[in-house]
């Protein structure tokens, strides 16, 4: 399986080398498209290999995978069809935000699957030093900027929901590896 992803990025990067202009756009979505697509069925034969109680964590990073594919479609057909990005917010978001909730809820379901009671406290509290951290750098710099915007309280949620989902992933990530 390692042969065919050095295969699929060998090939993205020679199209991309002999293609010039406009058409670098297409190679680049086909190739942004067909990786997702290819992500799609490895977490899918992973989900039915499984006979265990992964098999939910699997399921869930296979609906997330394709909550992105359907956010990228929607975005390339924008790109492709109207030669411009789509509107902000629109369906592309919705379907990117449900990517990264379904990313949460397989790494909930992992977290409460190796549960116990001392070590989920231990690394709890270590994971929650490291996130104090980046939560105050993020809220100053990212959060704060944004807020500010005079735009509809529509657009600013959906902006300020993607690095806070981001962080609620790294809290989770790191609370796992410790």
Known sequence: MQWVVFVYVMMYYVALFVMFGK??????????????????ILLWRASIRMKTNERTFWKWMTI??????????????????????????????????LCSFAYIIALLYVIMQQRKLVVVWQSLLDAMIVMCVVMAYSSIYIVEPMIRLEE??????????????????????????L
């Open 23 to 40: 058409i670098e756009v297409v190679v680049g979505s086909f190739f942004s498209l067909g990786g997702i697509l290819f992500a799609i």
């Open 64 to 97: 997330g995978s394709i909550c992105y594919f359907i956010a990228e479609m929607i975005y390339r057909i924008y790109e492709w069809m109207f030669q411009t990005e789509p509107p902000f917010p629109s369906f592309a978001d919705v379907f990117y935000l």
């Open 152 to 177: 509809s309280i529509l657009y600013i949620s959906v902006l300020v929901a993607y690095p806070l989902l981001d962080l609620v992933m790294l809290f989770l990530l790191l609370h796992l590896f």
